[in-house]
């Protein structure tokens, strides 16, 4: 029999539905890779047995005719995804024993369509980084490694753990948060398909926040298609999260034509800036060849604020993340530190051994952002230049239906590499912020390996609820590309 952890969703469904195997089978196949796969470090809590009982459950509703829209997909969940019962610690001390009495409306809405939970996925220290090295449970690593080295590099973040494990198939499709670029710098980084929905497109509800106004749930797949059918299932309006917008979902599958003749592709101008590896460039004009050779055309676009974007994401970022963490003072729940003698130092012992250096960092700067005096010259500042970030973006798509540059600057980086230099590190954000701050959506495609043999990927930006173009497009890039993950890592 095939090995059924090469198969894509669309052809599980279709074997699953033809009775061609059982979901058993799929998730078994599933199970073998993670203990195969165990010392890339994807997963912190795994949920072997529980994923078992559930594929049974799923193969009765097969039999009996009753198969939902995601009928027996293996999923990996980001553990900042509040899954009720089940350990979520967002990477975090602080959280290390926090099991949620609820579960994110995604995660509910996904196991409700047939999803089968196998586990939770590594990821930065409270969503924030962009190589899982912050995270309290050790880095992941990516299952890609340059030609003839055996160095460890890391598979980006936060959403390393998704992103690697739908990479080396331990999970079929995993779910990420973007904040910044957390679910399309890794899915660059590992050579697989990352979707940042558009702001409140998807529920935020029992995701642990980070920066309530910049946070997005989104899947990181193995193909555009596959991002199109689990998009569906995930997006729509929530009571539960007062951001959630209520728009009617598209049967964004419908949108894959194929067909882009005629479409209008802008390239900014900014994005080709210093820091930009010359491969990856050399990749985003083959690219953009590619859609010009399909019938799109191709127009030069300027976007003048967009190198605003960073300094003002991490003057915003850190702000929200400042006040979203006062609760974590080891009062309510979570870890709490030993042998204070007040409640002052509940709070101090626990927060100074709870939480990790890059958390610290940011809630440091974010109440300074917001202290009195600072507020005007940096807050206030910085949401005005936001506006401006979004107005370009806005002017722009008068003229072009979607944006085309690269994901990230660079490849795949080793394990370590960024790390001394916090702002290194965040140069890493440098093509994705922009997005999260206009709260447009953007997609991450894989198109090709470099010379040393590592994924590159290409990022399509569109309008707000523009999904249905980016998708459509992202498809046919795929196409073209032909990219393929490696047979074994
Ligand atoms: N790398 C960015 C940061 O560190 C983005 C994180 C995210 O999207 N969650 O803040």
């Not at 003002?312 to 042998?339: F, K, M, Q």
Request: glycine share 8%; hydrophobic share 35%.
């Amino acid at each position: 029999m095939t090995d059924l952890t090469r198969l894509d969703y669309a052809s599980i469904r279709k074997g699953l539905t033809s009775k061609a195997f059982t979901t058993k089978e799929v998730v078994q196949s599933y199970i073998n890779k993670m203990d195969s796969t165990r010392p890339l470090n994807c997963y912190i809590t795994e949920c072997a047995d529980k994923a078992l009982k559930d594929a049974a459950a799923s193969d009765d509703r097969i039999q009996n005719n009753e198969a939902r829209p995601l009928e027996g997909l293996p999923l990996a969940i980001k553990d900042n995804y509040c899954t009720k019962g089940i350990l979520t610690t967002n990477g975090s001390k602080i959280l290390s024993n926090f099991i949620p009495p609820y579960e994110s409306t995604i995660t509910h809405r996904l196991k409700g369509a047939g999803a089968i939970a196998l586990g939770k996925t590594n990821l930065d220290e409270f969503a924030m980084g962009s190589s899982t090295i912050t995270s309290y449970y050790d880095p992941t690593i990516n299952p890609w490694k340059k030609e003839g080295s055996d160095r460890d590099l890391t598979p980006g973040g936060s959403s390393g753990g998704s992103s690697a494990s739908v990479a080396a198939r331990s999970s079929l499709i995993a779910l990420g948060s973007d904040t910044g670029g957390s679910i399309r710098q890794p899915a660059s980084f590992c050579g697989v398909v990352g979707l940042k929905p558009t702001y409140g497109l998807c529920s935020r509800f029992g995701i642990i926040a980070f920066a309530s106004s910049l946070d997005q749930a989104g899947p990181i797949t193995r193909t555009v298609r596959d991002s199109a059918i689990v998009l569906k299932q995930m997006a729509g309006h929530d009571p539960h999260d007062f951001t959630s917008v209520k728009y009617p979902v598209p049967d964004y599958e419908a949108a894959l034509t194929g067909n882009i003749k005629g479409l209008k592709v802008g390239i900014p101008k900014e994005y080709r800036m210093e820091g930009l590896d010359f491969e990856v460039s050399e990749w985003w004009e083959k690219t953009s060849q590619w859609l010009s050779e399909a019938g799109a055309e191709i127009i030069d676009v300027s976007l003048p604020h967009t190198r605003y974007a960073l300094p003002v994401y991490y003057i915003v970022a850190p702000a929200e993340a400042s006040s979203n963490l006062a609760r974590y003072d080891g009062v309510r729940y979570g870890y709490r530190a030993e042998g204070a003698e007040s409640i002052e130092g509940i709070y101090e012992m626990t927060r100074t051994q709870g939480f990790g250096d890059e958390v610290k960092r940011r809630i440091l700067l974010g109440t300074y952002v917001l202290s009195a005096g600072k507020y005007e010259d940096y807050y206030l500042r910085a949401q005005r230049v936001r506006q401006k970030v979004t107005d370009d973006f806005t002017e722009v798509f008068k003229s072009v239906d979607v944006l085309l540059t690269p994901t990230t600057p660079t490849t795949a980086f080793e394990l370590g590499e960024n790390t001394a230099d916090p702002l290194a590190m965040y140069m890493q954000d440098l093509f994705t912020v922009a997005t999260n701050l206009a709260g447009i959506p953007g997609i991450s495609v894989p198109v090709t390996t470099s010379r040393e043999g590592l994924p590159i990927g290409m990022q399509l930006i569109g309008p707000r609820f523009g999904e249905e173009v980016i998708l459509r497009t992202a498809d046919v890039i795929e196409r073209i590309a032909g990219f393929k993950l490696k047979e074994e890592f």
